[in-house]
């Protein structure tokens, strides 16, 4: 409970009260959270507690039925949600991505589809997520990490200031997951990301984050 007004004005991210109410049911139920600039804040809880939920709130891809969030002290509803979700660049469980091939996949920002990216930019952003020279691949012929390498970098592409990451590595096996873990870490560290990553991994959330959210029935218990 740290509400003291210099704390609140250094947070990029700011819950404050958040909730959402679907048919009767409290997916998220008042949740006052912060994010600093630069911090990496894990959420963790057990399944059905609310973390997607919460993400999805973060971003506005579903609207708050009370409480509001706060970017850079500004209330998120007054931003259009084009920029906001450009912002806050998003990276689910699965690899999101379209037929066709790397290149195409990440030659539109997800959010910004009038500005297509030069190929120097887009071979940076591979060589950044560690598949140099995968432009002219089909993303039918990816493995399960290479293609969630592919989606990060479709979600960096959009010079994100905040990464939501919903348990961005559970899909993948051992042997990816841990390369994938890395790769966003490393990222994080040089771009100086401020991130929130959902995981039901204690393991992983004590490696990736500064500091763990505990959701339980979309309330947090801990923090
Ligand atoms: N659109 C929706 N309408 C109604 N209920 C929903 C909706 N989306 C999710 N829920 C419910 O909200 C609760 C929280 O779901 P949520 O997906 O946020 O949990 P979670 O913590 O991400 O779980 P998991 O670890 O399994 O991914 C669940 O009980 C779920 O059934
Ligand atoms: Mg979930």
């Not at 997607?52 to 949600?81: A, F, H, K, Q």
């Not at 990490?145 to 592409?157: D, F, I, K, N, W």
């Not at 919903?166 to 899909?171: C, G």
Request: with cysteine; proline share 5%; glycine share 8%.
């Amino acid at each position: 409970m740290s509400d003291e007004p210099e704390q609140l004005n250094s947070a990029v991210l700011r819950t404050q009260r958040l909730t959402r109410v679907v048919e009767g049911r409290t997916l998220i139920d008042e949740v006052s959270i912060e994010v600093r600039c630069g911090e990496v804040v894990a959420v963790t809880g057990p399944s059905g507690s609310g973390k997607s939920s919460l993400l999805r709130l973060l971003n506005r891809l579903d609207e708050p039925t009370g409480g509001t969030v706060y970017l850079d002290n500004r209330d998120y509803r007054e931003i259009p949600p084009r920029e906001l979700r450009r912002r806050l660049g998003m990276l689910l469980q699965r690899p999101f991505l379209f037929p066709g091939t790397v290149a195409r996949n990440l030659a539109f920002g997800p959010g910004a589809h009038d500005e297509e990216l030069a190929k120097e930019t887009i071979a940076e952003l591979l060589d950044s997520v560690g598949l140099p020279g995968y432009a002219e691949r089909d993303v039918r012929r990816l493995s399960g990490g290479e293609a969630q390498r592919v989606s990060l970098a479709r979600t960096l592409a959009n010079r994100p200031e905040v990464l939501l990451l919903d348990e961005p590595t559970s899909a993948l096996d051992e042997a990816a997951q841990l390369g994938v873990e890395e790769l966003i870490c490393r990222i994080i560290k040089s771009q100086g990301l401020t991130c929130v990553i959902v995981t039901h991994d204690r393991d992983q959330a004590t490696r990736m984050a500064g500091r763990t959210v505990l959701l339980e029935a979309g309330r947090v218990v801990s923090r």
